[in-house]
């Protein structure tokens, strides 16, 4: 992983992003909770999983905060050009706390198709304000804006087309005020999403620290 800051000398995003496969690749942005948090968030994890619960629960090395999906087959000379959006984003942020409290569903427990902890800015606004400002970026090298409300949340578990088990529903349930603790985020991150037989891995492309005070 490449770290760019402002005033440094580092590896160009030419560099970092040539030599790939021409056809163009899944890419997404996103942010990581700290270390501790997510070693909590994985414990929970692993307390929820059951044998045929009918989950596909995220691996801890997964874990992450999507910004901003920007395709399934990107072409790489777009992300070279995003990755100066990124870089001007950064300059422009300041590091920013994020509290991980509770376990959620979409659309709901009862009915879960997806499983997520929940996200609570301890300053107001400040990942959404910063998803927002990634949209506006975005947009200026040709990604399309996203049509949804970006709502924030960490997913953790997929539920395929079995029924959630009684037993993962109503640990789910105990798990919903469940605190995970709170994360200093001081960088955005550009992801490569390679899929396979046994689901996603993702590689960091491109980390850029926040650098406004």
Not at 98 to 104: F, L
Not at 122 to 143: C, I, K, N, P, Q
Not at 197 to 207: D, Q
């Amino acid at each position: 992983m490449t770290h760019w800051a402002e005033g440094q000398a580092r590896t160009s995003p030419r560099d970092e992003l040539g030599n790939r496969e021409a056809k163009g690749v899944r890419a997404f942005v996103a942010v990581r909770m700290s270390e501790q948090v997510e070693d909590s968030i994985a414990s929970a994890i692993d307390e929820l999983r059951h044998p045929q619960d009918g989950v596909r629960w995220v691996p801890r090395a997964n874990l992450h905060i999507t910004l901003k999906f920007l395709g399934a087959a990107v072409d790489m000379h777009r992300l070279q050009g995003l990755t100066a959006g990124l870089r001007q984003l950064a300059t422009k942020t300041a590091p920013f706390a994020v509290a991980a409290t509770g376990i959620g569903a979409f659309p709901d427990i009862q009915h879960p198709r997806a499983i997520w902890v929940g996200l609570h800015n301890v300053e107001s606004g400040a990942l959404a304000a910063l998803a927002a400002r990634l949209e506006t970026a975005a947009a200026e090298y040709g990604f399309e804006r996203e049509k949804r409300r970006w709502s924030g949340h960490l997913t953790i578990g997929r539920v395929g087309d079995r029924r959630l088990t009684d037993e993962t529903r109503d640990a789910l349930n105990v798990a919903r005020e469940r605190e995970f603790g709170v994360s200093k985020i001081e960088s955005i991150t550009l992801y490569r999403s390679h899929l396979g037989p046994n689901g996603a891995s993702y590689e960091a492309l491109a980390t850029f620290l926040f650098q406004a005070r």
